[in-house]
Structures are given as C-alpha cells and as structure tokens.
C-alpha cells in the first residue's frame, strides 16, 4: 500500500476563518430562483412562496454569503423591477440566457429568504448597460436611513430597517465577449473606479469587489487585473476571480489534479495585485474574491441547445448531476481555497439550486442533495478557528495537463477556543488506498470525534431524481489516534474529514 506523511506546525497559520469563503450563489437563471428557491404552490412553501425544504438543505449546506442576482444576469438588470407590489412588476427579456424574467423575486423577497437561511447577501450591480446612478439608486434604496426619497420608498414597500448589504460587486465578467456591454480592461477600469469611488463617498464602509478574469484561459488574463486595479485600486478591496471544472476526453487523472490549476489562478492574481500596489506604492492589499467557482460541463452546454431564442420562464439550463469524482474535486478546490485563505477572503459556490448546483428540486416534488453537497458542507461545519498549512511527503502521478501532481492534498483547521481541530483530505489515486499518518501532537488532539468519507467502487456513481441516495458520507472506518499520531486510510478517488477533539 502506498503511504504518506504529515506533520502539521501550529504556528503555520495560513488565516483566521472568514465565514464570507463558505459562500454560494444565486443568479436568475434557468431554476435556480424559480422552482428552486421560490415556488409558491409547492407543499412546503411558506406565505413568501420560497420552499421550506430548500431553506432546509441551505441551512445543512453551510452557505454563508450569497451573491446575487448575478452572473451575466445582472449586465441587462433593472434592479427597480424586482421591488414594490408584484403585481405592478413588468415581465423583461433577460438577454444573458434569452429567457423571460417575471420580476416576482427582487431584492424584498430575496432579503427575506436571506433572513430564512442565515445568509449574508452580497449584491451586484449593473455596470452593463447601467452605471454610477443606478448602482448609488440601489445602494440608497438598500441601505438608506428613512428620510430620502429611495429609502422612504424601501420603507414602503414593507422594509423599514435598511438592509445594511456590506458586499457589492461592480459588475460581472466585463472582460467576456458573451457579456451585455463587455468592453475593454480601460473602459471598465475607469467605469468601475468612478463608480466605487461614489459608492464609497455614500458609505466608506462599504467592501468592494472589482472585476477579475473571466477565467485563466482568457487571453486578457493577468493584464487584465492589472489595467483594472491601476484604475481603481485605491476605491476597491477585492478582485474577483471565476473559474470552472471538469473532466476532458476521459482524463480522469488530469482532472483529480484540477486544484493545481487554481492554484496558479491564485497566485497570478496575487502577484499581479501586489505589482499595482508597489507600482502605486499603495499600503492597502487587495483580497481575492473567487466569487463563482464549481464543476460545470461546459463542453456538454455549449454544444447544446439549451440556451435558444424561445424566450421561456424558468427553462431547464445547465442542470448537471455530479459524480463521485466530481465530489472530490470540489472537496480539493475547497482544500485549496482554504490553503490560501490568506488572500482569498471571499468565495462562492456557484450556484446554489438547480444550476450546476450541489442541491436540486422537482417541481412539485422533492429536493435532493447531489455528491458535491457532502464535502461543502462537512467543511462548513468543521472548519473553525484558523487555516494551518500541513507538510505532506507523499509520492506523485502523471497527469498530461499539469505534470506531475501528489497522490494527497489536505489543509488542517484549529480553534483554540474550543479545542477543536479538523483534517480535511483527498486521495488522487484512481487504483490505490493509501495510509496517511499525521503527527497531530501539536494540536492537543485526544480523540477522534468524526471521521468520514466520501467514495466508490464506481467513481462516476451520481445521485438522481429516480435514486436520490446513491452516493453519500460513508464511515472512514480503521481511523486511528495514538500517541499524537493519527492514522488514515484513504480509498482511490476519495475525498475525507476527520474531526479530533
């Protein structure tokens, strides 16, 4: 059997947890709002029309901070169509994904389902076909005190306390041609900081995000983030960063390794933020939002037909059912956002229900949880206190896309205050168990109070309407703590979770 080692440093420590990086997302698109979060004939919906059983699962999930309402979504919204009495709401031409957007769920309702599920809601504005008065329009309406016009206006409509929205971001993926008004790195560098700058004039308070690459395929990549920063760097504190996964032409191995992949997004950004702050000789540090990261098969949705000129409410889009394998590389692109917590201060799961999301309903019918769902919410739930970044001496395998990749990937998080501690690790092996053993002795580590996994024999095993509990945690049975060393044995494909106390 091949082995591993790691020894972890209680000093290492990368960050101390900011719950915003157990984000997620909801766009108005496909069934993510409609049918998923709100459909008001369903059994379980509540006098707001969102269903019950959905809040449940939210809640099981972990989600902090929810972006919203998009995506390409919010480059064609108005958000004044989304408030004020439903019935008096106009139907519009959503022209991201050329379907129809009926405008019952705004910013009210959405607040209120936020209020539901112990979210934080994180807002964009529309910097597509819209600007620096609209984005100040809505910011009043939101967080205005009673006594302004917008702010009256919010009051009523039902919501006398603002909504005090601290996260706002400027935009959506403005370098993409797909994109309702993309235009270049210094057109929306310039519209973004004159933008930011007057929302800050409004609130200081407020956290900015500008946007990043599109992806790190984008031919604009890095010069991107630095045109954009040299324009609003001193107005914004975040910079976004989207990136999506999966696996091509049968390379399994290749797509275990994904996480190396965003590693290199990370740190290109990282570098790239910082040259603009020496080159402005600036003492603030842009954080990173990696505010849309997931599985999504992509190949698959564009070459088929399911984006078309019907214009139809709430159509069936991008509802990818995940595998096991699928499950263990968002439980490794979760590992690594937490290794570099440091700059990533902010991150969503994109998105939430329905669309390419780890939760799913039927109208009508049931929710389920897809395989993705487990290892985001076991390290919601886990994960307290601070990162620590583990040594791990483990042999290596080819992959045709990024080289040669370790066989194991973990982060380590500690709470001081509790005691508490929590192993999170995967098993790139395709073919082979490996037995891991960690030194634990600095973490005060006396037992063993959780210890799961998430694998099969058939890696591409998926949860389904027809079978909603074929893939789920299983026991990481044979998990040992002795002497301040714990001994693990991962099975092939794997994703796990140890709990010590």
Known sequence: MTTARISIDRTNVVATINRRIFGSFVEHLGRCVYDGIFEPDHPTANEDGFRLDVV??????????????GGNFVSGYKWEDGVGPRDRRPVRRDLAWHS????QVGLEEFGRWCELTGSELMMAVNLGTRGIESALDLLEYANGEAGTALADERVANGKTEPY?????CLGNEMDGPWQVGHMSSDDYGKIAARTASAMKTAD?????????????????????????LEHS???????????YYQER????????????????FIDTVVATADHVKHKLRSKKTIQLSFDEWNIWYLDEHQASEEVNDEWRFAPRQLEDVYSVADAVVLGNLLITLLQNHDRVGSASLAQLVNVIAPIMTEPGGDSWRQSTF????????????????????????????????PLVDSVVTADAETGTSAVFLVNRSQTESIEVAIDVSGLGA???TEAVTLNDADPYAKNTLADQNRVGLKDLTGSVLADGTLTVTLPPVSWSAIALG
């Open 446 to 448: 006396s037992v063993i």
């Open 100 to 103: 129809l957007e009926s405008n």
């Open 249 to 264: 032409n049968g390379d399994l191995a290749s797509y275990l390794a994904s996480s190396l992949e965003m590693k290199y």
């Open 374 to 405: 487990f290892p985001f919410s076991v390290t919601s739930r886990l994960a307290r206190g601070e990162v620590l970044t583990p040594r791990i001496t483990v042999d290596t395998y080819d992959t045709a896309v990024y080289g040669a990749a």
């Open 164 to 168: 005090d929205i601290r996260m706002w």
């Open 56 to 69: 449940d699962l939210v809640k099981e999930l972990g989600s902090t901070t929810i972006r919203y309402p």
């Open 233 to 243: 760097y001193e107005s914004v504190d975040y910079i976004s960063c989207h990136a």
């Open 204 to 228: 200081p308070s407020l956290e900015l995000v500008v946007c990043g690459s599109s992806g790190s395929a984008m031919p604009t990549f890095g010069e991107w983030e630095r045109v954009v």
